[in-house]
């Protein structure tokens, strides 16, 4: 049973460019979760994906956007980069519903 | 909204010594509770989960109580080891949000040899 990976582990981007962040679900699981983490924080609820569709959204805008794929892997991409998207980004995979949420490694982005 | 909060924000403690860590939320409305541990830069490891309608779970040194009632969980970790040594985050997931978890900013552990 594989678990959840993302990619890249690591990333410099400049301020107003463009990202895209990737991560494969563990076995099993339908739904995927994004958080950021900025430094000394808990991690803060993006968005997750269901069947393909968001379902469910944090507080943030519109510039942070994501897909979800038919093999339930999925993708958060994140337009017009500012310095304060700087930070780790998990991602969470479960089977839709209440069961128990496994992590990746997350992704460090930094932006410059 | 539901928030989270984790008392203290850091704790450090000579090994062999037990402890608990504290996590409160404000909405009793909630489905479960996950416990996360966390190494510096790295992703969270799930350690327990607690659902609503329990009142303990224990994984080896480990074990969670949860009183959703008045809103609070505990974690109490035995016998410390300088491996303990991470920050522990507590999460709870509500009634009507499906897979989102609401987290605390966690509380950071040094368990000293």
């Known amino acids: 049973e594989t678990g959840v990976t993302q990619s890249p582990t690591h990333l410099i981007k400049t301020r107003g460019q463009q990202v895209t962040l990737r991560c494969s679900s563990q076995s099993g699981h339908n739904t995927v979760s994004w958080y950021q983490q900025a430094l000394g924080q808990g991690p803060q609820f993006i968005f997750q994906y269901y069947r393909e569709e968001e379902n469910g959204r944090g507080n943030f805008p519109p510039r942070f956007s994501g897909l979800q794929f038919p093999n339930y892997s999925s993708e958060l991409n994140v337009n017009a980069l500012e310095l304060d998207d700087s930070a780790l980004y998990l991602c969470?995979?479960?089977?839709?519903?209440?069961?128990?949420?496994?992590f990746g490694q997350g992704t460090r982005l930094t932006v410059v | 909204k539901q928030e989270v909060t984790q008392i203290p924000a850091a704790l450090s403690v000579p090994e062999g010594e037990n402890l608990v860590l504290n996590c409160s939320f404000t909405d009793s409305a909630i489905y479960n509770l996950q416990w996360f541990r966390q190494d510096p830069g790295k992703g969270l490891t799930s350690l327990l989960l607690i659902q609503s309608s329990q009142r303990e779970q224990t994984s080896g040194r480990l074990n969670a109580s949860l009183d959703k009632s008045s809103g609070r969980s505990t974690l109490y970790i035995a016998a410390s080891q300088p491996g303990d040594s991470a920050t522990y985050l507590c999460?709870?997931?509500?009634?009507?949000?499906?897979?989102?978890?609401?987290f605390g900013e966690g509380t950071q552990l040094t368990v000293n040899p």
């Open positions: 969470a995979s479960n089977v839709w519903g209440y069961t128990e949420a496994f």
């Open positions: 999460a709870v997931r509500q009634e009507t949000s499906g897979s989102r978890l609401t």
